[in-house]
C-alpha cells in the first residue's frame, strides 16, 4: 500500500540549515516531489528527483534520496524568514501521475 | 502563461446554494484535478480529468459535481453541500500520460458552508 510519513514540525534560526525528512513505502515510485504551502495558500512545486538518483541540488535546495531505506529529505540552506511554511513530500507511483502526499512538515523560521 | 488560476478566491454558501468553482490553465496540460484540503491536513483527490474526460471520481458524494468544458477550463458544481465540506479547494493541471509529470497547483477557492 502507499503511505507517506513525516514530522509534524520543524523550527530553526534564520540563517541555520533546515533539513525535512519523509519516508514512504511504495518500492515503485518513479518520482518523490517537494510542495511548499503558504497560509492560505496553494501548493508551489519546489523540486523533485527521479527514483533512480541519489541527490539533487537547485539553488538553496538540496533533496537527497535513500531508495533502499524509502527516505527522502529535503535540505534548505540559509534558512530565511520566508522559508516558513508547511512543506509536503509527495510520491508518484504511476503514469497516472497520481500524487500520494504526506502529512505536511510546518517549517517555523525564527529571526 | 504558467499558472492555474482559481475563482472565487473565497466562496461562501447556504447548504440549499447552487455554485460554481472554476479553475483554468493555459499551459497546454491535458490532465486536471480537483483537491480538497482541510486545514493542517495534506489534500486530498477528489477528480481526475485526462483529455477532458473525467477518469478518476474517487468516490466523492453526487453533491459535488466536475465538469471539463474544454482542455484549459475544469469546473466544479456544488449543490446541497453540508457544514463538513467547508475546506480549501485546490485545482492543479500536468501533462497527461507523462510518469511522473509534476503536478501545478493553483491558488484555490477557500469554501464556507453556513
Known amino acids: 500500500g502507499e503511505d507517506v510519513e513525516q514530522s509534524l514540525f520543524l523550527s530553526v534560526r534564520e540563517g541555520d540549515s533546515s533539513v525535512i525528512n519523509c519516508t514512504y513505502t511504495?518500492?515503485?515510485?518513479?518520482?518523490l516531489y517537494w510542495y511548499k504551502q503558504e497560509p492560505g495558500a496553494g501548493l508551489q512545486l519546489l523540486t523533485y528527483?527521479?527514483?533512480?538518483?541519489d541527490m539533487k541540488q537547485d539553488q538553496r535546495l538540496t533533496v537527497l534520496l535513500n531508495k533502499k531505506d524509502k527516505h527522502l529529505s529535503l535540505r534548505i540552506a540559509d534558512t530565511q524568514t520566508g522559508d516558513s511554511a508547511i512543506y509536503f513530500c509527495?510520491?508518484?507511483?504511476?503514469?497516472?501521475?497520481?500524487?500520494?502526499f504526506g502529512g505536511g512538515t510546518r517549517l517555523m523560521v525564527k529571526p | 502563461d504558467t499558472e492555474v488560476t482559481q475563482t472565487p478566491k473565497h466562496l461562501v454558501m447556504g447548504m440549499t446554494n447552487k455554485k460554481s468553482l472554476k479553475c483554468e490553465q493555459h499551459?497546454?496540460?491535458?490532465?486536471m484535478y480537483w483537491y480538497k484540503q482541510k486545514a493542517k491536513k495534506p489534500p486530498e483527490l477528489m477528480f481526475v480529468?485526462?483529455?477532458?474526460?473525467?477518469?478518476i471520481n474517487e468516490s466523492v458524494p453526487s453533491r459535488f459535481s466536475p465538469e471539463c468544458p474544454n482542455s484549459s477550463l475544469l469546473n466544479l458544481h456544488l449543490h446541497a453541500l453540508q457544514p463538513e465540506d467547508s475546506a480549501l479547494y485546490l485545482c492543479?493541471?500536468?501533462?497527461?500520460?507523462?510518469?511522473?509529470?509534476?503536478?501545478?497547483f493553483g491558488p484555490g477557492t477557500r469554501l464556507t458552508v453556513l
Open positions: 499551459m497546454g496540460h491535458r490532465a
Open positions: 492543479a493541471s500536468s501533462t497527461s500520460g507523462t510518469p511522473g509529470g509534476e503536478q501545478f
Open positions: 511504495d518500492s515503485s515510485s518513479t518520482y
Open positions: 480529468y485526462s483529455y477532458e474526460k473525467l477518469s
Open positions: 528527483i527521479f527514483s533512480n538518483m
Open positions: 509527495a510520491e508518484g507511483v504511476n503514469a497516472g501521475n497520481m500524487l500520494t
